[in-house]
């Protein structure tokens, strides 16, 4: 699976978009674009995943630039409990099963 | 709750005891998978499960890790002689199939190892 590049941690106001920014240039044609979330102390949370087009859920909104090689997930009105650790993650829908998390990005929203 | 569930939350264990780990994981999926995570580090895929069968045991650290799934459902992680770097969080995840399909994520089972 593809490498990705995440900033170790951002902050964001409460109430405000957060864009957490994700870099994953050696990205080949089969593999999808993931987001999970972990809170401390309990299992990672599914986010969102795409594969080229922009996708949006109910939870966050993901946008895949043309060229894949980069994405940004976004959190439309950040609240308190948004704080946690971001993994963008890439994986092909062949081969290789199992997620390889990164470091992530440690999201801290503030009052 | 239809999510994925895994016992005990939490076990306290002298080193040199063997341990099992429990995850049922969501109604109707076939793929299961195990991670482990310790303290403040990513997680670290150790076996997936395709029905009864395990495809891909790669990531298990040594011949003391062990895994079965029967019925195609419940899955026990068995830690024979634990150390106490098998201190960790254990996660277990499920999907629907193998893939690229989503893997869901249960609460995890913190093991510490005294």
């Known amino acids: 699976d593809a490498k990705t590049t995440q900033p170790p941690s951002m902050d964001c106001a409460e109430g405000r978009a957060a864009n957490l920014p994700c870099n994953h240039s050696t990205i080949s044609g089969n593999e999808y674009v993931y987001w999970y979330r972990q809170i401390h102390s309990q299992g990672p949370q599914y986010i969102i995943h795409?594969?080229?087009n922009n996708e949006t859920n109910e939870m966050a909104s993901l946008i895949i630039t043309e060229d894949r090689k980069s994405s940004t997930l976004i959190l439309p009105h950040a609240t308190l409990r948004d704080t946690a650790v971001y993994y963008c993650i890439v994986r092909a829908s062949t081969g290789a099963n199992n997620l390889f998390f990164g470091t992530g990005t440690r999201l801290t929203v503030i009052p | 709750g239809a999510g994925v569930s895994q016992s005990p939350s939490n076990k306290v264990t002298e080193k040199g005891k063997d341990v099992e780990l429990r995850c049922d994981p969501i109604?109707?999926?076939?793929?299961l998978y195990w991670y482990r995570q310790s303290l403040g580090q990513g997680l670290e895929f150790l076996i997936y499960?395709?029905?009864?069968?395990?495809?891909?045991k790669s990531g298990l650290p040594s011949d003391r890790f062990s895994a079965e799934r029967t019925g195609g459902s419940v899955s026990t992680l068995t830690i024979q002689r634990t150390q106490q770097e098998d201190s960790a969080v254990y996660l277990c995840?499920?999907?629907?199939?193998?893939?690229?399909?989503?893997?869901?994520f249960g609460p995890g089972t913190r093991l510490l190892v005294l």
């Open positions: 499960f395709q029905g009864n069968s395990a495809p891909d």
């Open positions: 795409g594969l080229k």
């Open positions: 109604s109707g999926h076939t793929a």
């Open positions: 995840a499920s999907s629907f199939s193998g893939g690229e399909e989503t893997q869901y």
